[in-house]
């Protein structure tokens, strides 16, 4: 970096990150004594702190590592600092923010630094935006949070702070951001949150909170993996499923996995007009799934997965235009896969595995042209496969397996060229492996075991370069099996139980 720059002596800001420059900063950068926002990659000269203009500094990825450098907070006049993704440890020292009077925005995340948050932090009345997420902070939230009135965002996550929510963090009411996941909080989040009528954010994830009260003007709610009760032993005072349509009609992300949650969804939900992702899977939500989910048209991920809703799939689902993920597996859910599944002309992810639906698959569902995954394992679906898989052209994922489908595999499914999973395991599939399984060129695992296929191994899979795993036991097969190509790497377990195989000794069949 050329030592001419200390000439540009009405310099105020300057950005020199992210760059190839090789040796120091030169130290006469201290001379520039109008600077005000500085960003810095590389050693950093110490005259630079003797800048008394300076205002912003940004030292954002710089492997800064060792105790923070305190002469940063002795700056006078700064207003924002960000050390962002460095490697500084050890603790801030209890009087480091006791000359900073004009700090707007504090940065140390994705750091090292350990110990209790320095009390002095909140005499910095001015601040706005404090990120500390991705340390090793301890202790709980100081009681003078309530403060820091100005604040707007608040991120601790990713730390070891526990204890209770300081009722005068509800003072902040110019709170718009508060992230609290990862931590050991625990206990109640009170009524007094509805104070916060700017708050858009709320992540509370990866925490013990048991309770917690309205929630009334959120964007975004992010609660999995606490330990929230039932209903009738912890009340969610507003949290679903109790009255989750009391909830802000701008709510656009819901989460609410793995928290134990009983009962069963509420007809208010469909009062969340702006929803575009319902999460609540890993909880014990039982009963239909309500047919005012129809009122949803902007909901794009719905993820209900591993709960215990029974009853038929509503077609009122078919009015969710927007859908994109539909994660409604591992539930008591019986009758058939909707007709107006084709409706979901955006739907990329269809996972309805571990249910109990029955019937065959609908045409409808192979007019999905767009989708990339399908599971619908382990149901009592029956039929045949229909010619019409092979419309599906960028399919990558197709699981049928522990189902009653039977007939042969229609060869068109060869045309899914970006297929890398495929398994049809458990059914009653019967005639030969087809030829042309070879134009799946991109498949990873094929399992093709428990059903009534005959006939010989296609050498043609000699030339699936990608396969990595390949099951075709317990079936009626012979022949000789191939050697070459991903067979090189197979052995017994693929094969069993077909006992007019023969070949290499490592397949345990005759020679």
């Known amino acids: 970096m050329p030592n001419e720059l200390a000439h540009l002596y009405r310099l105020r800001h300057l950005s020199v990150e992210f760059n190839d420059f090789k040796g120091e900063i030169p130290s006469r950068m201290g001379l520039l004594s109008k600077l005000q926002y500085l960003s810095l990659s590389g050693s950093v000269p110490s005259s630079i702190f003797n800048i008394s203009t300076l205002q912003g500094i940004y030292l954002t990825e710089n492997k800064l590592s060792g105790l923070v450098p305190s002469i940063i907070f002795n700056m006078f006049s700064l207003e924002v600092i960000d050390l962002y993704t460095n490697e500084l440890s050890g603790e801030l020292p209890e009087d480091i923010f006791n000359h900073l009077p004009k700090l707007q925005r504090l940065d140390v995340s994705y750091n090292q630094f350990d110990g209790k948050i320095s009390s002095t932090l909140f005499k910095c009345k001015q601040l706005q935006i404090v990120s500390l997420s991705v340390n090793r902070f301890t202790g709980n939230i100081r009681l003078k949070i309530g403060d820091l009135i100005m604040l707007t965002v608040l991120d601790l996550n990713n730390n070891s702070i526990g204890g209770t929510i300081p009722s005068t963090l509800f003072k902040c009411k110019q709170l718009q951001i508060l992230s609290l996941s990862v931590n050991r909080f625990m206990g109640r989040v009170t009524l007094e949150i509805e104070n916060l009528t700017m708050l858009t954010k709320l992540y509370l994830d990866y925490n013990n909170f048991e309770e917690i009260g309205d929630l009334i003007m959120l964007t975004g709610l992010y609660l999995y993996n606490n330990c929230i009760g039932g209903l009738s032993e912890n009340p969610l005072n507003g949290v679903p499923p109790s009255s989750i349509g009391n909830l802000s009609t701008s709510l656009q992300e819901h989460y609410i996995d793995n928290c134990n949650i009983k009962g069963s969804l509420p007809r208010d939900i ?14 014990e939500l039982d009963g239909p799934i309500p047919t005012t989910v129809r009122r949803l048209h902007k909901l794009q991920a719905l993820h209900l997965f591993n709960n215990r809703l029974e009853g038929p799939i509503p077609s009122d689902l078919c009015h969710l235009e927007s859908l994109f993920t539909l994660y409604l ?55 045949p496969l229909s010619l019409e898989i092979g419309n599906l052209k960028v399919l990558r994922v197709l699981d049928l397996s522990r189902n009653q489908l039977f007939g042969q595999i229609p060869a068109t499914i060869c045309g899914l060229k970006d297929l890398a999973n495929l398994s049809l395991a458990n059914n009653k599939f019967e005639g030969p492996i087809p030829e042309s399984f070879d134009e799946l060129v991109s498949l990873e695992f094929l399992d093709l075991s428990s059903n009534n296929l005959s006939g010989e191994i296609p050498t043609s899979l000699e030339a699936l370069s990608y396969l990595k ?43």
Not at 338 to 348: D, H
Not at 351 to 379: A, M
């Open 270 to 283: 469909g009062n969340l007009s702006n929803l575009m992702t319902l999460s609540l899977y890993l909880n």
């Open 329 to 383: 597996g591992g539930n008591e859910l019986s009758g058939p896969i909707l007709a107006c599944v084709n409706n979901l002309t955006f739907l990329r992810y269809l996972y309805l595995d571990f249910t109990q639906l029955t019937s065959t698959i609908p045409l409808s569902l192979w007019s999905l042209t767009n989708i990339l995954e399908v599971q619908l394992s382990s149901n009592y679906l029956s039929g």
């Open 469 to 511: 795993y390949l099951n075709v036991s317990f079936k009626r097969l012979g022949g000789k099996i191939p050697v070459g190509g991903p067979f090189v790497h197979f052995f017994a377990a693929s094969l069993m139980s077909n006992y007019g195989l023969c070949g290499a000794p490592r397949f345990q069949v005759p020679p």
